[in-house]
């Protein structure tokens, strides 16, 4: 298992949202950013405040062209119940093989339970990385307030 680096490719993984047809990561985000979660499960509390906060801030994310796609193990009614509950409006997959994830992304698996635990990315509009953050636990996790600060600022730097 290796960590994505910034620069790198985020690999192809494909997504199952309760309302949809399956993306396929990173195309489903090229020419925008992206933010690709994995949270926990929904009986995480942590991992729900992280969700709502990213709902809370569509309009900001919107602004700098940010899109968010969340995944994690739960089976697709428990996701459909939580995206329905915090009336989630990015798309939210479900029943995700946590060790092809990890083996993929670098993700950690929670040993004893199997879910995946919270790790986020900032993707470039070409699908490569600009920041990951892992947490090997329920804490340590993107916030989105950081994302749309990381991204107007790479808009106004851009070279």
Not at 49 to 69: I, M, N
Not at 96 to 123: N, R
Request: hydrophobic share 45%; charged share 20%.
């Amino acid at each position: 298992m290796s960590l994505l680096q910034p620069g790198d490719k985020f690999p192809a993984l494909s997504v199952q949202p309760t309302d949809g047809d399956a993306l396929q990561l990173p195309d489903a985000l090229a020419g925008h950013y992206g933010v690709v979660l994995f949270y926990r499960g929904s009986w995480c509390p942590y991992c729900n405040a992280q969700l709502r906060a990213f709902e809370r801030a569509h309009d900001a994310l919107a602004e700098v062209d940010a899109a968010v796609v969340a995944l994690s193990v739960d089976d697709a009614a428990t996701t459909r119940t939580l995206v329905e509950k915090h009336r989630l409006r990015f798309p939210v997959g479900h029943s995700a093989d946590a060790p092809a994830i990890s083996a993929a992304t670098g993700a950690f698996v929670d040993g004893q339970h199997g879910h995946l635990e919270s790790t986020g990315f900032v993707l470039d509009p070409t699908g490569a990385v600009v920041v990951s953050v892992y947490s090997s636990g329920a804490i340590g996790r993107l916030v989105p307030e950081d994302v749309v600060g990381l991204i107007r600022y790479l808009r106004e730097h851009a070279a």
